[in-house]
């Protein structure tokens, strides 16, 4: 595989990876219009993608239009975020996204919580989230992240764990994996169906003072830092899991280049990786998969 600046070389998907396996997260090419990122990421061979609730509301295209664009390209959307401080209740984003999977489509959520609520509290909350979810078909991963309200696999594991939901799960995006010093061997107590989703990316060498603008500026294609991310890898493939994967690379460097480079870059990575780990990402479906 060529280096960060040069041409990459395409990989050819397994046998095992079908066009309904990896998928390229909302912030990979997060400057993208929604026309673009879908031609783009179904052209560099992904199979779903990820949207913000702001890619959705801001597109000014009919969710028929929507649905009929991704039907066009073979893709379907695996994830949508966010709404910021779900513990207070419903609010329009949350709305905005249970409507986007009822008309168009969508697996889960991806929810972070950056408000100041005591850790305790959130087990009320995030089970009141996902019985909301629950009632359009819609599964939760609650993604802890180093520089927000809940910080690690452990403290999210133990409001997954407490709020006891079917659909609830954990988002494991190995950026904050590494910068929030979690292990492999942490996984050992939590069941592998708990895991709702795998974002795939990678760190540098070095931490940079700003963690916060580090992971939202600076992270690297996965396989192309300083990560252990096919340890990682293969510790939860042999811990059982099954979820879905996703590239996600909140990139400057990434974000100047043409949006078809990056998903091919992104996709290429991304695939390198899961086939040097002995990963088969997992085919998943959508609240409309029946209908579509």
Known sequence: MA???????????????????????ASTLRFADLP????????????????????YLDANMADGQIRDLLDQHGLRVLELEHNWDWALGEDPAEEAMLTFADRIGARHLNVPMFAA???????ESFGALCDRAAGHGVLVGFEFLP???????REVWEIVSAA???????????????????????????????????????????????????????????????????????????????APVSVEVFSDELDVRPPAETARRAFDAGVAVLERAGYTAPSWTTTREEAR
């Open 3 to 25: 280096g960060r600046l040069g041409k990459p070389r395409r990989h050819r998907m397994s046998n095992e990876m079908t066009t309904k396996t990896l998928n390229c997260s």
């Open 117 to 123: 609520h005591p850790l305790a509290d959130l087990v």
């Open 36 to 55: 673009t990122r879908i031609a783009v990421a179904a052209d560099a061979g992904f199979g779903g993608i990820g949207l913000r609730v702001t890619d």
């Open 147 to 153: 520089y927000s309200q809940v910080r690690t696999l």
């Open 164 to 242: 006891d939901r079917p659909n609830g799960g954990i988002t494991i995006d190995l950026w904050h994996w590494f910068r929030s010093g979690a292990r492999p061997e942490e996984l050992a107590d939590i069941p592998a169906s708990i895991i709702t989703t795998v974002q795939l990316c990678d760190v540098l060498p070095e931490p940079r003072p700003d963690m916060t603008d580090e992971a939202r500026h600076h992270r690297q294609l996965p396989g192309h830092g300083a990560g252990d991310t096919l340890g990682v890898l293969r510790a939860l493939r042999d811990n059982g899991m099954t």
